[in-house]
């Protein structure tokens, strides 16, 4: 079955902290990825997204995410979190549907 | 402002009552979509409809009972829930069937 992890499900960092969120997607083929971000209060909204070419791609407010094909992952990174980056995470995957399938997401806080 | 309008924000109701979830999107998009987001839980697609025609049926109950009138609007009918069927539902649209979906900020219904 189409599915996506997201192995953490709650991260805690001080500002200027490195982050990672992993994320894992079943194999399917053709896929195009995506990271999406909750503000507390706020609607989802699109933080950055791969379809092809260069699998690393930046998205907003400094994250970036990088497709690795041959482990089905689609990782965020971001080199330095803002108190501002408290908020949720959600990886997503379109496997070439009208569907996009989600992870149970990835809870962030940041503390100054 | 996220170009998808979802109304009431808030929802209290009976297990007997009957109300209605309304989404209206301004972004001249195709498909529409219906999620439901509950604590601890992917996000889970419940209906699709791509040119008005339900093209996804996510295994939901019939208690809730989408419409899609046209292109722009959509709504969910809700009528004998269940507790359990408290959550946040999310409206989504989106343009040419590639994953990217943008949301409403949702509609947050209490079944008591």
């Known amino acids: 079955a189409q599915s996506v992890s997201q192995h953490n499900h709650h991260v805690i960092l001080s500002e200027a902290a490195s982050l990672e969120l992993g994320c894992n997607y079943s194999?399917?083929?053709?896929?195009?990825l995506f990271w999406y971000v909750q503000y507390p209060g706020q609607h989802l909204q699109l933080l950055l997204k791969?379809?092809?070419?260069?699998?690393l791609v930046k998205g907003i407010k400094g994250f970036e995410a990088e497709f690795i094909k041959s482990k089905f992952s689609f990782n965020l990174r971001k080199p330095s979190v803002q108190w501002s980056d408290t908020a949720e995470y959600f990886c997503?995957?379109?496997?070439?549907?009208?569907?996009?399938?989600f992870g149970t997401g990835t809870r962030l806080q940041v503390f100054p | 402002e996220t170009g998808v309008t979802q109304t009431p924000r808030h929802l209290v109701m009976g297990m007997t009552n009957k109300k209605s979830l309304k989404c209206e999107q301004h972004?001249?998009?195709?498909?529409m979509y219906w999620y439901k987001q509950s604590a601890k839980k992917p996000l889970e697609l419940m209906f699709v409809?791509?040119?008005?025609?339900?093209?996804e049926n996510n295994s939901v109950p019939s208690r809730f009972s989408p419409e899609c009138p046209n292109s722009s609007h959509l709504f969910l009918h809700l009528h004998t829930l269940q507790p359990e069927d408290s959550a946040l539902y999310l409206c989504?649209?989106?343009?040419?069937?590639?994953?990217?979906?943008?949301f409403g900020e949702g509609s947050r219904l209490t079944v008591l």
């Open positions: 989504a649209s989106s343009q040419g069937g590639n994953g990217e979906l943008f």
């Open positions: 194999y399917g083929g053709t896929v195009n």
């Open positions: 791969y379809f092809s070419g260069d699998p």
């Open positions: 997503a995957v379109n496997y070439n549907t009208d569907k996009l399938i």
């Open positions: 972004l001249g998009h195709n498909a």
């Open positions: 409809y791509n040119f008005k025609e339900q093209t």
